[in-house]
Structures are given as structure tokens and as C-alpha cells.
């Protein structure tokens, strides 16, 4: 696949679909590896030390073992807390770490009820105007994602940790996102857009 080539969102399903498969993990094997994640993303990575922080608990394993390779390569996803972090992890451990952490409880957030409204507006419909396109049409209706095509789970997510991920994105900071599909639809994104959008997603369940 070329990258100056425009892909359709069809042709990506067709791409993941045809992606090598990523070896299945063994959640027992994670979860003695996991202990030392615990510190920041909080017990079972349910609730972080920092609102700012993503929760890892129920979220999809093939999308946690990407992001943690990606944060390996250091070239299209990068941090410094989670640097030093993966650095030893081989793809077996990475593969076992997010077995575990895809089985754990995700624990509920809550949406701010003015942001509300405009949050919902845009995780349904987009903006017409701008060219946002409609979460949901990726991320689903719920936020649970979409495993197959490697659509993150955003249900219940930290508000703090969805704007700084959009910004990254807008920025182009992070671009781990085949076929720019979020750095696209960030980029046309308002501050204030940004912020209801996260708030109604930390209140999805
Ligand atoms: C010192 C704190 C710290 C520790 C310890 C830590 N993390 Fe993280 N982790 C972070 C931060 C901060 C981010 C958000 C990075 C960003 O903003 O992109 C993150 C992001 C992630 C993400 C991306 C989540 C997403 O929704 O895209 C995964 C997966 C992850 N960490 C897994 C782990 C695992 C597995 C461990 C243990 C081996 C671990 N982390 C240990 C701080 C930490
Ligand atoms: C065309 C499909 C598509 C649409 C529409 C879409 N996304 Fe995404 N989104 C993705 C993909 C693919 C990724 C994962 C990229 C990766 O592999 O790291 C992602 C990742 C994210 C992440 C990072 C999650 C995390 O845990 O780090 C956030 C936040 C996000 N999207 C929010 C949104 C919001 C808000 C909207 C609507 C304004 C939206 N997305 C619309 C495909 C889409």
C-alpha cells in the first residue's frame, strides 16, 4: 500500500484484515508483568494516578500490543513515561501484557452536563462544516471500538487523556494512525469541540 495513495475507510478494513495476526496472549503470563504498570495506570489499569493518563483496563489487546510496539520504535508514538517502560519488552510480553490488561473491569467516568450537548453532537454526527467525521461511525455508538479494524475503545476514558491524544494527533505528534484517520479529523477540530467531545466519551459506557 502506497502512502500517497488515498485509501477509503474500506480499503483500511481490508488492510487490517490482511495484516500478519499478531500472536494471542496469555493473561496469567501478563499478569505477573503488569505489577510494575500499576503505579500509573492504577490497579488492573482501571484508574490511573492521573485523570491525565489512560485507563488500559478493557481495552482491546490487539490495540495495546500495537501502541506498546509503536512506543518501542519511539518513531510515530512516543513518551516519555512509557519509554523506559517497553524498552525491555519483547512482542511476547508485549502480547501477554495486553491479554491481561483486555480481560480486566474498565471503571466508569462521568461526562460534564454542559459539555454535554455539543459532545454528543459531535461523537454522533461530526461537523458537517469542518469535515469532522462521526466517531461513532469508527469508534461505535457506545465507544467500544471496533476490534477487527483495530478502532481503540473509547468508552469511559479519562477527558484529560482524549484531549491530549486529539491534540497529538492535530499536531501531528502522534501518527500511529493508519491512513491519518485521526490526525484528519483532529486536525479540523475546534479547542472547544476537542473538550465536549472528551468529556461525552469519559461518560460513555
Ligand atoms: C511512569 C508512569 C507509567 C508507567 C509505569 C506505565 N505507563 Fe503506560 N502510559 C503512561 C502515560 C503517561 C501514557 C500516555 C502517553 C501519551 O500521552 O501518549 C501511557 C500510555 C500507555 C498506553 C497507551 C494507551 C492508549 O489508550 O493508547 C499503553 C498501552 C500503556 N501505557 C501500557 C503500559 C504498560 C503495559 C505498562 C507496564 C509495563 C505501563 N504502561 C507503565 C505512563 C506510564
Ligand atoms: C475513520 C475511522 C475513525 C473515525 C471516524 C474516528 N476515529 Fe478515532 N481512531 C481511529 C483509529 C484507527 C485510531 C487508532 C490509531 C492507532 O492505531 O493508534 C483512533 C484512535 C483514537 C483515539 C486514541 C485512543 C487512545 O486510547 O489513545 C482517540 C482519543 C480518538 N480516536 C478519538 C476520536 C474522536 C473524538 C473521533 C470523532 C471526532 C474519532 N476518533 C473518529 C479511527 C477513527
Not at 488492573?44 to 481495552?59: D, R, T
Not at 466508569?108 to 469532522?132: C, F, H, M, P, T
Request: charged share 20%.
Amino acid at each position: 500500500m502506497k502512502a500517497q495513495i488515498k485509501v477509503g475507510i474500506a480499503g483500511l478494513f481490508l488492510f487490517v484484515a490482511t495484516s500478519p495476526v499478531m500472536a494471542a496472549g496469555n493473561a496469567q503470563a501478563g499478569k505477573a508483568k503488569a505489577q510494575v504498570c500499576f503505579s500509573c495506570h492504577g490497579a488492573n489499569g482501571a484508574s490511573p494516578a492521573n485523570p491525565a493518563w489512560p485507563k488500559l483496563a478493557g481495552q482491546h489487546a490487539k490495540y495495546i500490543a500495537k501502541q506498546l510496539a509503536d512506543f518501542k520504535k519511539g518513531k510515530t508514538r512516543k513518551d516519555p513515561a512509557m519509554a523506559g517502560q517497553v524498552a525491555s519488552l519483547s512482542a511476547d510480553d508485549m502480547a501477554n501484557l495486553a491479554a491481561f490488561f483486555a480481560e480486566q473491569t474498565p471503571k466508569a467516568g462521568g461526562a460534564a452536563k454542559d459539555k454535554v450537548a455539543l459532545g454528543q453532537r459531535i461523537y454522533r454526527g461530526g461537523n458537517e462544516k469542518s469535515g469532522v467525521a462521526a466517531c461513532a461511525g469508527c469508534h461505535s455508538p457506545n465507544g467500544a471500538g471496533n476490534p477487527a479494524a483495530n478502532f481503540p475503545r473509547l468508552s469511559g476514558q479519562n477527558a484529560g487523556y482524549v484531549v491530549k491524544a486529539l491534540n497529538d494527533f492535530a499536531k501531528g505528534v502522534r501518527s500511529n494512525d493508519a491512513g491519518s484517520m485521526m490526525r484528519t479529523i483532529a486536525a479540523r477540530m475546534t479547542d472547544a469541540e476537542k473538550s465536549a467531545v472528551a468529556s461525552y466519551i469519559e461518560g460513555l459506557k
